[in-house]
């Protein structure tokens, strides 16, 4: 596959674009998305640690709040950069048609994707990072932790941005993104162990649910409790996941721009 | 003694289109179209709908990438340095594709950021085109506010936000009443003194006909014939025509035949140019055959579309 053509200032004016669209709408795009991990933090961490108490994990006891804490870091990162790459660029493309503005400046259509594909993952590193630092004040996650889960939750955000941008590509109609929301981004948020271990899975579930990208983001997330025996298995899977999502998603958008 | 001449640069031209073609699958789009724009000219690409005039406007700014042939703005190929040739062009897109999440002056800071127009340099820029564009008394509108002729005039704008050497017009004025056109005429009137190079694709005749210096005409990709509107007019259909209703048409053809002139049906009656020196004997074998209606009047580029594909624009 050809590499699109892409220089720094390029990405860095698309980007910059977008980062000013949300500065002026930011009551509305910044306060709702940030608070749904935030709610789900607080209401499974207050409603279910009185019932389950402690869970183990890696061998381990641990409270049910230190260990939901990473999964709801990772629930803000994923539901974030998707719908940021999905819906955003989704209307970006299709009915701003803001992308074929910006083609006709001096950007290449490089310069335009890896733009979207930033912002969706600065959308998703803001809300994964708040999360976590509702989880410090809390006293569930350090804030250490936190400066080391950074590059994990920049790989998560990168992922789960391009897995955005591709179902932006694909889809004719808005109403198309909920097939994959539905059909992918919500099985992944409950199955891959936000919020329980996924070791009281049945068999076949669990190793569907082992694969999923969720699952080593959350894994990874959760390395002050001991990272998985295969952690560097976890990341490289999330290496080339993205890597064969952004050329999915290349596939996907540019003829939609590019004839 | 003998004078030197000052001898010119071998290419002059501000944007040249070699030999381009486009098909997709089997369906060819666009059939070997040349031409060059200068500086200071309003070249006009005329052609009905389906005529391959977008599609052409695309392979000129790298939004369509040519089967064969290719396209030097200046002495940037567009393929291969694409970024560098839209540098110096502006390009207004059928659409209007502003962003509405931003006020009418940020929407020409934004985009001037594209060009590394920062800060200072960008506000100023922004507001010496809302002054030229009289749009100052709507910087700070949101686009939805805005007319549809606002909003082509802001787009224009935006196009002008690095003083282009080249300006593409991808039919800037559908859509419009007859008074934003106009206002949007003057403004093309002005790029063409400021010594830009104006590519206006219209199925509007009389605005290609005001506005353009040269015009292509493009029928199913290719390109039929070009020249100025005058010399068009007079190659194809002569000065004048003849329109009138209520004849037979079998009578009609007669004095076409006899005159060795051209006739079509127009309308609910027919059109017939009146071509060279036998031009009143024509007028009077028609006046003969006692039409219910009769009209003599200049010919104009519909008559030479008309002509030349056999079918009016739409």
């Not at chain 1, 998305?33 to 381990?60: C, H, M």
């Amino acid at each position: 596959m050809k590499i699109p053509s892409i220089s720094l200032w390029g990405v860095y004016s698309v980007w910059h674009r977008h980062a000013r669209v949300y500065q002026r709408t930011w009551l509305v795009n910044f306060l709702p998305p940030i608070t749904e991990p935030i709610v789900y933090l607080i209401a499974f961490g207050l409603g279910l640690t009185p019932l389950v108490g402690e869970v183990v994990y890696n061998g381990q006891p641990v409270t049910y709040l230190e260990f939901i804490a990473p999964g709801m870091i990772a629930l803000g990162v994923l539901f974030q950069s998707f719908f940021e790459g999905a819906f955003g660029s989704f209307i970006r493309l299709n009915f701003q048609r803001t992308w074929h503005a910006l083609l006709t400046a001096p950007l290449t259509f490089g310069d335009v994707f890896v733009g979207d594909w930033l912002w969706a993952t600065t959308k998703g590193m803001i809300t994964g990072t708040l999360t976590g630092v509702v989880a410090i004040v809390w006293g569930i996650y350090s804030p250490l932790h936190l400066l080391m889960a950074l590059p994990f939750m920049l790989l998560g955000s990168l992922l789960f941005a391009c897995m955005g941008l591709i179902v932006a590509g694909a889809a004719d109609k808005v109403d198309h993104i909920n097939i994959p929301i539905f059909g992918f981004v919500i099985p992944m948020f409950t199955l891959c162990g936000t919020y329980f271990p996924r070791e009281t899975l049945p068999g076949t579930l669990k190793a569907i649910a082992d694969i999923l990208p969720l699952a080593s983001l959350v894994d990874l997330l959760r390395f002050p409790m001991g990272l998985p025996q295969w952690w560097w298995a976890n990341i490289l899977w999330l290496v080339v996941l993205t890597l064969i999502s952004a050329a999915l998603a290349v596939r996907m958008i540019r003829p939609k721009l590019i004839h | 003694m003998a004078q030197t001449l000052p001898t010119l640069p071998r290419d002059t031209a501000a944007l040249s289109a070699y030999d381009l073609w486009k098909s997709y699958g089997d369906r060819p789009v666009v059939q070997g179209v040349s031409f060059t724009l200068n500086p200071g000219e309003v070249l006009g690409l005329l052609g009905p709908n389906g005529a391959g005039k977008t599609t052409t406007v695309g392979m000129l700014y790298g939004l369509v990438t040519p089967s064969r042939g290719f396209v030097r703005m200046g002495t940037f190929d567009v393929k291969s340095d694409g970024r560098r040739a839209r540098d110096r062009m502006g390009i207004v897109t059928q659409e209007d594709n502003l962003d509405p999440d931003f006020t009418v002056i940020d929407n020409l800071i934004f985009f001037a950021h594209h060009y590394r127009l920062r800060g200072a340099a960008a506000r100023r820029r922004a507001g010496e085109l809302l002054a030229e564009l009289e749009l100052e008394d709507y910087a700070q509108y949101a686009v939805e506010q805005l007319s549809g002729g606002l909003k082509r005039r802001v787009v224009l704008a935006r196009a002008l936000i690095n003083q282009p050497q080249v300006v593409f017009l991808d039919e800037p004025t559908t859509g419009l009443d007859p008074d934003a056109r106009q206002e949007f005429w003057k403004l093309v009137i002005r790029l063409r003194k400021m010594g830009c190079g104006v590519l206006l694709t219209t199925h509007y005749m009389d605005e290609a006909q005001r506005l353009c210096d040269r015009l292509i005409l493009l029928q199913q990709g290719k390109m039929i014939d070009q020249g100025t509107p005058p010399e068009l007019i007079e190659r194809t259909v002569g000065t004048e025509v003849v329109e009138l209703e209520g004849v037979a048409e079998d009578q009609l053809q007669q004095v076409a035949a006899t005159y060795q002139t051209w006739c079509r049906s127009f309308g609910n009656g027919y059109v017939l140019s009146l071509s060279g020196d036998r031009a009143p004997q024509i007028w009077d074998a028609l006046v003969a055959l006692q039409p219910e209606q009769i009209t003599r009047r200049s010919a104009n580029l519909e008559d030479v579309f008309l002509r030349l594909t056999g079918r009016m624009l739409e």
